[in-house]
Nanobody
């Protein structure tokens, strides 16, 4: 399994960005994909996750109502639409994949993409 993340950048507070994560080599019939983020000096934290088959989405309280996770089965890609960005959203964002249902912790995921940096200026 390989995951390729993209879409990070520099944006002003209140702005929007969309992250993408393209998956290849997935052979599981049931799996979930998630987004995590890690700010300097902090632990990696859960942001959002989605089940691939049913499309059930889950969010951290800190991003609920501002971020939307979605997937495109034809493109094997998961997206994270981030609106109303805040300076505290600044972090490296990582996509991840696990067999089975959604996991809430980094240790639940085996497959990881490279990070994409999101910087929100005030």
């Amino acid at each position: 399994v390989q995951l390729q993340a993209s879409g990070g950048g520099l944006v002003q507070a209140g702005g929007s960005l969309r992250l993408s994560c393209a998956a290849s080599g997935v052979t599981f019939s049931s799996y979930a994909m998630g987004w995590f983020r890690q700010a300097p000096g902090k632990e990696r934290e859960f942001v959002a996750a989605i089940t691939w088959s049913g499309g059930s989405a889950y969010y951290a309280d800190s991003v609920k109502g501002r971020f939307t996770i979605s997937r495109d089965g034809a493109k094997n890609t998961v997206y994270l639409q981030m609106n109303s960005l805040k300076p505290e959203d600044t972090a490296a964002y990582y996509c991840a994949l696990r067999q089975g249902g959604v996991g809430w912790f980094p240790r639940n995921y085996i497959y990881w993409g490279q990070g994409t940096q999101v910087t929100v200026s005030s």
